[in-house]
């Protein structure tokens, strides 16, 4: 059974700072890439940031240079620090991993609410 629960959403304030947290299946962790999106009320869902299984990153433009994503090889799990928030990230956050085949597991996300 694949199994992504993402946790450490919450209320912010905008330039605060939060981290996400994914705990996944042992065999997904193993051999999968992993994601952070988000989506926002009446938009799509959009990519956040990837981390491959050999620790390479890549970050969607409007989170460059304030989010940070990792992985706790020891814990299994996929960690998205959020720095310098703004209202714009406000958004339901979603761990995702890459299947053998095309598509992607999905969590049931977390909810981020960057306001004063």
């Known amino acids: 059974q694949v199994q992504l629960m993402e946790s450490g959403g919450g209320l912010v304030q905008p330039g605060g700072s939060l981290r996400l947290s994914c705990a996944a299946s042992?065999?997904?962790?193993?051999?999968?890439?992993m994601d952070w999106y988000r989506q926002s009320p009446g938009k799509e869902r959009e990519f956040v940031a990837r981390?491959?299984?050999?620790?390479?990153?890549n970050y969607a433009d409007s989170v460059k240079g304030r989010f940070t994503i990792s992985r706790d090889y020891a814990r299994n799990k996929v960690l998205l620090q959020m720095d310098s928030l703004k209202p714009e990230d406000t958004a339901v956050y979603y761990c995702?991993?890459?299947?053998?085949?095309?598509?992607?597991?999905w969590g049931q996300g977390t909810q981020v609410t960057v306001s004063s």
């Open positions: 981390i491959t299984n050999g620790g390479i990153t």
């Open positions: 995702a991993a890459d299947k053998p085949g095309p598509g992607k597991y």
């Open positions: 042992g065999s997904i962790f193993a051999l999968s890439a």
